[in-house]
Each structure stands twice: as structure tokens, then as C-alpha cells.
């Protein structure tokens, strides 16, 4: 089985929050190869989604959307005025991802983007839990699947592994919330990547290559080959998405999210191309593996 596509993040080239910031990225992305670019969260009264979709039209590139919750917009606050604006600014990114043309959403759009200094509670999980239930619902009425991105410790409180994103989707009952996997955070997070693929499965709906270090692939310390082994194993055909980010252009609030603090590569197209023939090679050696495997 072949995935949907391979996909690029706008990240790799800028931050993709103007109109020229994305009409740059498309243009890197399919310069490099690529027929998917995934696009981060941004404002409409800035960036005209239909815009952005017919342009993607013309250079025959399909587009994926993706979003990240701000601190005050946390939906699994305490606070109640916090979660309506957090459930509020979901729903219109689920809007902006049916209007660019996208059919998934993907992200920690769970809990805010950032670094927490208390545990969860349940009553934290619990918020969380009812805020998705009701933006899956809609989400689903305007053709867009929800994947929930399992990012680290760092980077929220309340989900960080596959056992925990599995359960959080049990919670809420949902049939259109997935799991968005990142190897750069199961890499951190996870016992056994691989293992932990095996384990989520049917629930994957999309996937995130990234190295250990945010640089180029294959030359950190995640073991790519066995990742590629499972997904091969469990049927995954969503995209596979390459995310990295050139600390040039990614803008100071991307930087102190994601804490990009220097630059592991500097050209952008030469990055872009590298990644793309990476991913290619490893899910094709990882079908040849499966095949001699079934002999």
C-alpha cells in the first residue's frame, strides 16, 4: 500500500501567515517535487482561504490544514471563558480547512501549544474532551477529519503518547478524531515507536516525519526503518507530511512555541528536495520488506 501523498509544511520554507509568505511556499513545494503542502493555522482577514485554494489549484497542489491552540484559547482550561474561546476559535479553523479545500485538520488542538507547569486533572481532560466531541461533530457536517498531533512534554500537559491519545479518543466517543503522530516527539516520548504505531493503528490520520534534531533526515538518531515497517504493516494510507523549520523565516512566535533556537539547515529547496526522495526511499524499502517478509 502506498500513502495518500507525501506531504510538505509551509514551516520549511516560512510561516505561512501572509498571502506572499504562501504563495512562496507553494511555489518552493512544488519546485521540490511536491503535490501536498500542509498549511499552520492563520487569520482570514489577513489570508483569503479561497485565494490561497485557487492558487493551489493552478500549480495542482493539494492542501492540508493544520492549527495549534494559543494559551488563551486553552480548551482544557479551568477557566470557562477560556474554553468558549478555545472551542470558538476551533470551529473556525475547521471552517478555514473546509474553505481551503482541505478534507483533515490536524495539530495539538486539544490543550494550548505550550509549555504547562502543573499536571492535568481530570477535570482538565475531562473539558478537553467535551469541547472536541462538539467540534468533531461539526467538523465532520463540513467534510473535515479531526487528528489530534501527540506532541511532547514541552509542548503540553495532557496528551503525549499513543496509549494516552488512543484513550482520549475512546473519551469522546467520536468517529471522525484520529491521531496525528510525529516521529520528532514519539522519539522523546514513546518506549518503542514502532510499537507504538502497531498500537494506534486504524486511529492514525495523518503521520509527521522530523529527525531527532529538526534537521536533515537520516542524519539524527531516530531509526527510521522500523517506523516505516509499521506503518507499511498497519495499512496506514493517509499522508505522510514532512515538518521542519528554517529558523530564518519561521517568525519569532513559531520559534518560542517549537523552541528553534539555531539553524540545523539554511536552503530551504535543497532541504525540501532531500526529504522528499528520504521518505520515498523508506516507504518503498519498507514495502520490499513487507513483501520478502509475505514470501
Given amino acids: ?9 509551509t514551516f520549511i520554507w516560512n510561516d505561512g ?15 521540490a517535487g511536491f503535490r501536498v503542502l500542509e498549511l499552520p493555522g492563520f487569520d482570514r482577514k489577513v489570508v483569503d482561504p479561497d485565494r490561497v485554494a485557487r492558487r493551489a489549484a493552478e500549480l495542482g497542489v493539494t492542501l492540508l ?34 474553505d481551503l479545500g482541505s478534507r483533515q485538520m490536524s495539530g495539538p488542538i486539544f490543550s494550548a501549544h505550550q509549555k504547562f507547569r502543573v499536571l492535568p486533572t481530570l477535570r482538565n481532560w475531562e473539558t478537553s474532551v467535551g469541547v472536541l466531541q462538539r ?7 463540513a467534510g473535515v477529519a479531526l487528528s489530534l498531533e501527540l506532541v511532547n512534554r514541552y509542548e503540553t500537559n495532557l496528551i503525549n503518547t499513543v496509549k494516552q491519545g488512543v484513550q482520549y479518543i475512546r473519551d469522546t466517543g467520536s468517529d471522525n478524531i484520529y491521531l496525528h503522530l ?11 515507536p ?24 537520516g542524519v539524527g538518531t531516530i531509526d527510521f526503518a522500523p517506523i516505516f515497517d509499521a ?9 505522510v507530511g514532512i515538518e521542519a523549520f528554517n529558523a530564518a523565516t519561521c517568525g519569532d512566535w513559531l520559534k518560542a512555541i517549537c ?20 521518505v520515498e526511499g523508506q516507504w518503498e524499502d519498507a514495502r520490499r520488506r513487507a513483501g520478502a517478509y509475505a514470501g
Fill in 259 to 278: 523552541a528553534i533556537w539555531r539553524e540545523n539547515w539554511s536552503d530551504c529547496d535543497t532541504y525540501a528536495r532531500h526529504a522528499l526522495r528520504f
Fill in 231 to 239: 506503518l507499511v504493516a498497519v495499512g496506514y494510507q493517509g499522508h
Fill in 1 to 9: 500500500m502506498n500513502p495518500m501523498g507525501i506531504s510538505a509544511h
Fill in 182 to 192: 510525529d516521529t520528532f516527539h514519539m522519539n522523546m516520548e514513546e518506549d518503542d
Fill in 17 to 31: 501567515q501572509t498571502v506572499a509568505s504562501l504563495d512562496d511556499a507553494l511555489a518552493g513545494a512544488r519546485k
Fill in 65 to 98: 490544514a493544520s492549527a495549534g491552540l494559543p494559551p488563551e484559547c486553552d480548551v482544557s482550561s479551568d477557566d470557562p471563558a477560556t474554553v468558549a474561546r478555545g472551542e470558538a476559535y476551533l470551529n473556525e479553523a475547521v471552517a478555514v480547512a473546509r
Fill in 194 to 217: 514502532a510499537q507504538a504505531i502497531r498500537h494506534a493503528g486504524r486511529h492514525i490520520g495523518y503521520f509527521h516525519v522530523g529527525e531527532s534534531n529538526r534537521g536533515y533526515l
Fill in 135 to 141: 467540534v468533531a461533530e461539526r467538523a465532520k457536517a
